[in-house]
Structures are given as structure tokens and as C-alpha cells.
């Protein structure tokens, strides 16, 4: 089983370092506008918020290509700005409005984009497990070279489905990578207090399953990670299993107020360990930016994530004919698919 935890920083050009800090921030500040509207009022039900991880689906995307697929669950926000999707549609989505993804009527969980290859955020815990398996076996039968991220929690990680997953997923040979987001806690109680092995990523060594634990706060050690398992996919070797190790900085959810955990140390993982603080240094130390450059790109952010907002509120409430769309799929879509 090939295991290892890298230290070791691959090389990225400025611009790609830029790249990864801008898509980063987008994602805190999208998620801290989401937070303040859900405060408002104008995002009803759950809400859960992606801040501390973003360097994992950052990392990930830059190792993914054109018509990879990526699943995930209810914490999915930060996956679809990564992957391309538009913050007004998806801001629109969160508020219950028609702009939005699911035209109002997913809400923060349940998004979709067949353009750009994201086949949702789940609400069932470790639901999605399966479905990405069925999505590198569509992949595997048309033989496209595709690849499917498949996004889980250390809480999902101890679903029953998700090893029946792995069991079919090893017996086919599936292009599939099985990432576990692990940020600790799950929904509020800790990996220590619920699951066994303090290596979530192990249990692939029942199926024949390789795959390695890395640095979830670090982008540049994500992507070094996701590059050798989409190398190990594309080849035909089979599903590949990343645990991430992450930290959220917010509760489980809006309504989580998170008391399972002190104030220190979060304040100790922000002020330390920092995803984006971490890229940021990079940046300066390097002479890659200036602190006028990364203003420059903090104001551009600021910028999209309040017009995504101002559309969200200003897109009217999904109309009473829409009630019954987008149940079943169409032959077109069937075909096309």
C-alpha cells in the first residue's frame, strides 16, 4: 500500500501562486458574505460554511482537467466556486432565488452544473460516496480518460456505503479518487472520540486501495498529492484515496456554536496555519506581489462576492410554474449525458 505524508513544496510559477490565492480568498469572502446574509435572514435552512478549507479544493482543481468530474456534500460552496460556477447563481441558489443554480429550489445543498462537471451537494451524510463511484464507472464504459473527485468527511467516513463503495470501485478498476476532507470534527464531535485509525485513508488497504494522508492547509501539497492520484486514475490503475487533513473555522453548521472546541485553538490554526496567510507569504517573501498587488486582487474579490449578493437579493422568488420542473430528466439530456 503506498502511504506517505509529503513535506516536500513542488515548484509554481508566480502566476500559478496568484491563481491559487485569488480562488482561495474568493472562496473566504464569498463564504463570509454568505454567513452575514444567512445572519439577515435572506438564506433560510442550513448553511454550511467552507472557511479553513479552502485549500483543499483549490489544490485539488488545479489538478483536475477539462470534463473531470467532481460530487461532494452539504459543505459544497467553496467546490463549485472552484470548479468555475458563477457566485451570483450560486449566491442567487443560497437565498431561494430563480437566478440561482437549482432556480431556487435547492438552496446551499443541492446545486448542480452539468457544464462544469459538479454533480452536487448531498444532505444525506456519505450518500454521494456511491454516486461518484457510478460516475467513474460511466467514465471507465466510455472509456474518455476521465477522472471523478469524490468528496467525503471524517464523519462520512464511517458509513457503511462508503466501503461498499470502495469494494466496487477496487473490483472495477474505477478512475475514481475518494478524498476525505477530514477537518477533525464532523459534525461536532472529535476523530479521536469517534472513529478508530488516525488514518482515516488506511481503510482503503481492506480493498487493495492505495492512497496517503497530506497537509489540507497547504494548496501547493494538495495539488502535488492530486496530481499522483490522477495520475494513478488515468493510467487505469484504479480509485485512489486522498485524506485532507483540514480545519474548519466555523461551527458544523450556522446554527452550530461549535462549544465542542476552545477559542484557542481555532485562533491557533488561523494565526499558524492559515491556507490563504500561508500563500500570501509565499507571495511576498518571493517578491511575486506587493502588498499593493494583493489589495488590488482582495478589492476584485470584494468586488464579485458584493455583486453576487446584490443579484441574489435583487433576482425575483421562483415562480409557482416552476414547481414541477426538473424532476425527471429529458430524452435530450438522457442522450447527451
Not at 458563477?86 to 437566478?99: F, H, I, N, S
Not at 466510455?142 to 464523519?155: I, L, W
Not at 494538495?222 to 485532507?244: D, F, M, N, Q, T
Request: proline fraction near 3%; include cysteine.
Amino acid at each position: 500500500m503506498a502511504a506517505r505524508k509529503s513535506t516536500k513544496k513542488p515548484n509554481v510559477s508566480a502566476d500559478e501562486l496568484k491563481t491559487y490565492y485569488r480562488e482561495m480568498l474568493l472562496i473566504r469572502r464569498f463564504e463570509e458574505k454568505a454567513g452575514q446574509l444567512y445572519g439577515m435572514g435572506l438564506i433560510g435552512g442550513f448553511c454550511h460554511l467552507y472557511i479553513g478549507q479552502e485549500a483543499v479544493v483549490v489544490g485539488l482543481e488545479a489538478a483536475a482537467e477539462e470534463g473531470d468530474k467532481r460530487i461532494t456534500s452539504y459543505r459544497d460552496h467553496g467546490h463549485m466556486l472552484a470548479c468555475g460556477m458563477d457566485p451570483d447563481g450560486v449566491m442567487a441558489e443560497l437565498t431561494g432565488r430563480a437566478g440561482g443554480y437549482s432556480k431556487g429550489k435547492g438552496g446551499s445543498m443541492h446545486m448542480f452544473s452539468k457544464e462544469k462537471h459538479f454533480y452536487g451537494g448531498h444532505g444525506i451524510v456519505g450518500a454521494q460516496v456511491p454516486l461518484g463511484a457510478g460516475l467513474a464507472f460511466a467514465d471507465k464504459y466510455k472509456g474518455n480518460g476521465r477522472v471523478t473527485f469524490t468528496y467525503f468527511g471524517d464523519g462520512a467516513a464511517n458509513q457503511g456505503q462508503v466501503y461498499e463503495a470502495f469494494n466496487m470501485a477496487a473490483l472495477w478498476d474505477l478512475p475514481v479518487i475518494f478524498v476525505i476532507e477530514n477537518n477533525q470534527y464532523a459534525m461536532g464531535t472529535s476523530q479521536a472520540r469517534s472513529t478508530s485509525t488516525p488514518d482515516i485513508y488506511t481503510r482503503g488497504a481492506a480493498f487493495g486501495i492505495p492512497g496517503e494522508a497530506v497537509d489540507g492547509m497547504n494548496v501547493l501539497s494538495v495539488k502535488e498529492a492530486g496530481e499522483r492520484a490522477v495520475a494513478h486514475c488515468r493510467s487505469g490503475k484504479g480509485p485512489y484515496i486522498l485524506e485532507v487533513k483540514t480545519y474548519r473555522y466555523r461551527g458544523h453548521s450556522m446554527s452550530d456554536p461549535a462549544k465542542y472546541r476552545t477559542r484557542e485553538e481555532v485562533q491557533k490554526m488561523r494565526s499558524e496555519r492559515d491556507p490563504i496567510e500561508q500563500v500570501r507569504e509565499m507571495l511576498l517573501t518571493g517578491k511575486h506581489a506587493t502588498e499593493d498587488d494583493l489589495k488590488a486582487i482582495d478589492k476584485e474579490i470584494k468586488d464579485i462576492v458584493n455583486k453576487s449578493a446584490e443579484f441574489s437579493k435583487e433576482s425575483p422568488e421562483p415562480s409557482l410554474d416552476e414547481l414541477w420542473t426538473d424532476i425527471y430528466a429529458d430524452a435530450t439530456d438522457q442522450q447527451s449525458a
